[in-house]
């Protein structure tokens, strides 16, 4: 079945230190994957996408994704984490309709990070 | 350029009545979402707009849930009776199209009493 998945809950760390947030994916044909960001009481905000092309993928707020085909994976990165950071991130994946030539955007569980100052 | 917007912010109801969300997405774009989102866990997609048709809605509780976009803009998503379990955030969305981001509004946040 298609489906996008976030391993962790939460993920915590340190002020200054790299994080990564990890997300999987299961589709047909050829993926378009997104990352989002949800503060509280508020929607979702586009981070950045992978359609085709490089790998590594840059985005809002210095934060990037590594694309791996090899491993379905789509993991959000960034170098140095800041307190304001701490948010809800959500993947996402386009996956294909029966018909029509559709697809439809799903998204994961979400991952809490919490960056400790 | 404007972004999605969405009414009302917030909406208290007591189960059995009825209830409408209402969005505007952003200028030409033809694809629209509406998701909802319950406390803790991820967006699920309940319906979803080609300009004024639906490509999706397998998880759109039909006996309770309504949806339609006038003139593949603007869109209402309707709950009538609502149930306890309805208790969420409505999440409306919209892009170009089927391959390009979803910029999202800032929601409805149903309490069902």
């Known amino acids: 079945a298609q489906s996008v998945a976030q391993p962790e809950d939460q993920v915590n760390v340190a002020e200054g230190n790299p994080l990564t947030v990890k997300c999987t994916y299961s589709v047909s044909g050829n993926p378009y994957l997104f990352w989002y960001v949800q503060y509280p009481n508020r929607g979702l905000q586009f981070l950045l996408k992978y359609i085709t092309g490089d790998n590594l993928v840059k985005g809002s707020y210095g934060f990037e994704a590594e694309f791996n085909k090899s491993q379905t994976s789509f993991h959000l990165k960034k170098p140095s984490a800041l307190v304001s950071d701490s948010a809800l991130y959500f993947c996402?994946?386009?996956?294909?309709?029966?018909?029509?030539?559709?697809?439809?955007?799903?998204f994961g569980a979400g991952t809490r990070l919490a960056v400790h100052p | 350029e404007a972004g999605v917007a969405q009414s009302p912010r917030y909406k208290i109801i007591e189960k059995r009545q009825s209830v409408a969300f209402w969005c505007n997405p952003i200028?030409?774009?033809?694809?629209l979402y509406w998701y909802q989102q319950i406390l803790g866990q991820g967006p699920k997609l309940l319906i979803q707009?080609?300009?004024?048709?639906?490509?999706?809605d397998s998880q759109l509780p039909k006996d309770r849930f309504s949806a339609e976009r006038l003139k593949g803009v603007d869109s209402t998503l309707k709950i009538q009776p609502a149930k306890l379990e309805d208790s969420a955030v409505y999440l409306c969305?919209?892009?170009?199209?089927?391959?390009?981001?979803?910029?999202f509004g800032q929601g409805t946040r149903l309490t069902v009493v």
């Open positions: 200028s030409g774009h033809a694809t």
């Open positions: 969305a919209s892009s170009l199209g089927m391959n390009t981001e979803a910029f």
């Open positions: 996402a994946v386009r996956v294909d309709l029966l018909s029509g030539g559709y697809n439809k955007l799903i």
């Open positions: 707009f080609q300009n004024n048709g639906v490509v999706d």
